[in-house]
């Protein structure tokens, strides 16, 4: 076994700490990668403190990671020592099922083993990205473009994918009216890829001191949610918005700005139900649907997407010993726009 070490929490109530472990050793179609940034998803935050119902501890998050290889096993093809690596949300699935041989590992129907809060096929506990090393199969192992900067490229691999994939499968571009809701981790990934596909972005905000940030990203028009007349303007008047906010909020709210026949997309994941009025989409033959992450090869696609269009994630680099102030700030929505472990000091 291969001695670890990284931050965990032992149970919901409790701070994230030192947490000594063992990863497996490296297998014949193994990488060994030596861990140095990973990015703080919000999700995170609902794992750590068991608001998903279905936290299992001791957990060590992360899940947005990037490194280089250390070692591969004598049947791996796809990387050697010294090469770039990323691991987004899950190391290995099934393999088998529809979606598996679909390249949409993430929807697979027997066995997605998440990167942290998950169990491996051998049954040992998955342990996430806030940590020095990583083995993983170079099946479910991306290769990470030189020419951006990591620190920036880290949330990639769940904040990027996650909103390239639905930007992706709608076809969402050019003569195409979106609006963001939200304008934090995700959201301002979805309003830089949006943008870069030639589509209309406006930001849907309860902060009205965001929308200098959000023009500097590429939107191209802010809209105040709590503006009651604004809202009335802008009804009827969206082919496609991007729901990011993973808060318990209003979906009728926004199901009402679209036209007929728009797609209302859900990636937030409040921990609460949501009601829904039927005749919001009935009326307009609007569509409500959500989208999970991306396969495989769609994140290989999406970090290759972003290498020849230079967009990467903005970034706040923390020290590891900060983790815990930074989920409070995390909570409050202190953050521009993703906090990025420096795994170098832990």
Known sequence: MIQSKGYAVKEASAPLGDFSFERR?????????DILYCGVCHSDLHQVRNE???????????????????????HVSRFKEGDLAGIGCFVDSCRHCRSCEDGLEQYCENNLVMTYNGYDKDGSLTYGGYSNKIVVDEKYTLKVPENLELSHVAPLLCAGITTYSPIMEWKI???HRVGIVGLGGLGHMAVKIAASRGADVTVLSTSPGKEQDARDLGAHNFAITKNEETMKELAETFDFIIDTVSAPHDYNMYLNLLKRDGTMILLGAPPAPAEVMAANLLFKRRRLVGSLIGGIQETQEMLDYCAEHNIVSDVEVIPMDYINEAYERMEKGDVKYRFVIDMSTL
């Open 173 to 175: 571009g050019q003569g």
């Open 25 to 33: 050793e490296v297998g014949a179609k193994d990488v060994l990668i």
């Open 52 to 74: 998903w119902g279905n936290s299992i501890y001791p957990m060590v998050p992360g899940h947005e990671i990037v490194g280089r290889v250390k070692q591969v096993g004598s």
